[in-house]
C-alpha cells in the first residue's frame, strides 16, 4: 500500500498567484490614490508601499495608512478610502488560481488524498482566498499563523498538520514555493518535499528538496511513482 496519505500545501504562489494579485492590486490602489489628490510619482508611491510591507510583512493590513502618515504627515480619508476601494476591486478581480490546480485537486481527493493548507497568511486572510477561488472544500484544515503562533519553517505549524489530519511525518508531503520556509521546514520533522519552482519569486535558494515541479498537474504523475510513493 502507498504510504503517502496526506499532502499539505502552502496557499501563496502555491495555488494562488499571489504576488501577481498584490502587485495589480497595490497599483490600482495607488492610481486611485493619485486621482484624489496625493501628490507624489506613481514610482515614488510604489517605492514606498513595498517597503513598508518588506518592513512589516506581506500581510499588513494598515499599510496604506501608514503610507500615508509617514509621507504626509497625516491620514487624509479621501485618499485613504479611494485607494482602499480600488485595492479591494482590483484584488478580486486579479485573484486567479494557477493553471490545473482545481482538475488536480479533484483528481487527488478522488484518489483519497487528505489535503490540507499550511500558510503563513492570518486564517481569515486565507479562508477568503480559498472560498473566493472556490477552493474551500477540498482541504479538511486550514494551518495559518495564528494557530501556533509561528511561521515557517517553525516545526510547530507542520507538526499541527500532521495532528490534525492524524498522520505520521513520512506519510505526508509538503508542496511550496519557499524552500527556506516550505521545503527547510518540512524536512526538520521528516516530511517529504516537493518544490514549486513555478511560484518561486526569489530566485536562487539553496535547500534541498525531494522534487520539483513545473506545474501543479505534474503532482500527479509523482504521486503515482511507486519509488516516491513508498
Known sequence: MPIIRALLFDLDNTLIDFMKMKQAAVDAAILAMLDA?????????????????????????????????????KIDYKILASGIIAYRRAREASMVLYPHVKSTLIEMVRRGYRLAILSDAPSK????????LGLQHFFETVIA???????????????????????????????????????????????????????????DFHVKCDREID????LLEILGDPVFNH
Open 37 to 73: 489628490g496625493l501628490t507624489m510619482t506613481a514610482s515614488e508611491a510604489s517605492r514606498s508601499i513595498w517597503e513598508i510591507y518588506d518592513r512589516d510583512g506581506i500581510e499588513s493590513q494598515e499599510v496604506f495608512d501608514r503610507f500615508l502618515l509617514e509621507n504626509l504627515g
Open 145 to 203: 499563523f495564528e494557530d501556533t503562533g509561528q511561521r515557517k519553517p517553525h516545526p510547530l505549524p507542520f507538526r499541527l498538520a500532521l495532528d490534525t489530519l492524524g498522520v505520521l511525518p513520512q506519510e505526508a508531503v509538503m508542496i511550496g514555493d519557499w524552500p527556506e520556509r516550505d521545503m527547510a521546514g518540512a524536512k526538520a520533522v521528516g516530511i517529504r518535499t516537493i518544490f514549486a519552482r513555478y511560484g518561486n519569486v526569489k530566485g
Open 125 to 132: 486572510q486565507a479562508w477568503l482566498r480559498l472560498c473566493a
Open 215 to 218: 506545474d501543479i498537474s505534474e
